[in-house]
């Protein structure tokens, strides 16, 4: 095999040499041949999975995120790249500064869409605003509390816990008393927990916050676009979300921004935060947020995600916040009913605290959750979920947002649902 393989690239190279003139084709071929040879030395043949088409089946995403991207959308993210420092790309992020200020309802200048996940957003918040040392409070009722606070402490924080039970929410009064206790910088508390479905009361805590000199960070991606929130307000210092929610981008994106309070805190640190490429003082000149001439290079922006969450925020701009909030409860009013009238029990008892985006249900006596939602996905190619983190085992959840609020999708989750209760097994009850 080798003698054959040397031989047909000894006649490459004679064939490309005598296309050649003169000299200059006599020095040509043994480069060539030395080129060749390089080329078909490659031992780990090509992969039999990358040599067949893409393809992905189509799913009724009816789980906690992602959800379903509209095809405006989608189109969005379809246009042709342009350069991530190109002056038409710096106009598209200024547009997205601009519906995040929106949605947000805030006037914050330091208003940008962090380059990945709300992961990214939430450790962005943590690594500006806090250095090693300093005292972190965290509300923990759920698993993004849990994300925070593990977050902290990796980067050298003192992290002190409220806990409650997955559901259970936390009053301002307990709040300042844990605020008095531990002198934070920061208190962290998640607006939307949408692993257990709740929707947690914001009003009060901003202030707060201001009367003992600490920061307030608040977590919406589950809530942002389907609940009421107001930055400004609601004296919120960092508020994040993320894309791929009731704002129906793909996922990829996270909207994030800081008030002149942690602006203050953020840009006068003894310590450089833990991670670069979250650092908002290389990321606030990226955006156009620090007043220099020049937007410099810090890394390559996710340029078709920005154009889909362009477009999403200008799809709630058109609708009107007001109008998504108030569909979004109407939905999930709708499901409420249905849901109770399958027998099942809803995991908030209070509707008002209930999560209009992503409804928890008590996993129904006697079932196994799992086999219920592998009956669904099967035969009705939906997806609904079980609990995450302290809410595993405890509940089943739904979630309606955006481009999926709607009554007709409510009623295909009953009948899937219903369909479920009856096929699937049931153990006997002693």
Known sequence: MQRALFSRSALLAQQAAAALDGPLAARSAPLLLRLDRSMSSVSIPPPACMLRPLETPLRYLFGPGPS???PRILAAQGRPIIGHLHPEMYEIMNDIKRGIQYIFQTENNMTIAMSGSGHAAMECAVFNTVEPGESVLVGVNGIWGERV???AERMGANVHRMVKAPGGYFSNKEIEQAVEKHKPVLFFLTHGESSAGLCHPVDGIGDICRKHNCLFLVDTVASLGAAP????????DILYTGSQKALNAPPGTAPISFNDRACHKMFNRKTKPVSYLFDMTCLSNYWGCD??????????????????????????AEKGLEESWKKHKEVAAYLYRGLEDLGLKL????????????????????????ELLAYIMKHHQMEMTGGLGPSMDMVMRIGL???????????MA?????????????????
């Not at 929130?229 to 919120?236: A, G, L, R």
């Not at 209070?350 to 799992?370: C, F, H, K, Q």
């Not at 947002?401 to 009623?411: H, Q, R």
Request: include cysteine; charged fraction near 20%.
């Open 291 to 316: 007043g220099q001439p020049a937007r410099l290079y810090h890394h390559t922006g996710p340029v078709s995600g920005f154009f889909a969450l362009r477009e999403s925020l200008a799809i709630v």
């Open 414 to 430: 009953l009948r899937a649902l219903a369909d479920a209760l009856k096929n699937c097994k049931r153990a006997r009850l002693n």
């Open 229 to 236: 929130i107001f930055m400004d307000k609601q004296n919120i």
């Open 149 to 151: 606070a593990e977050i």
């Open 347 to 370: 995991f908030i008892p209070d509707m008002d605290l209930r999560l209009p985006s992503v409804t928890t249900i008590a996993i129904p006596e006697g079932y196994n959750w799992r």
């Open 68 to 70: 379903n991207v509209p």
């Open 401 to 411: 947002m955006g481009y999926n609020c709607e009554k007709t999708n409510a009623d």
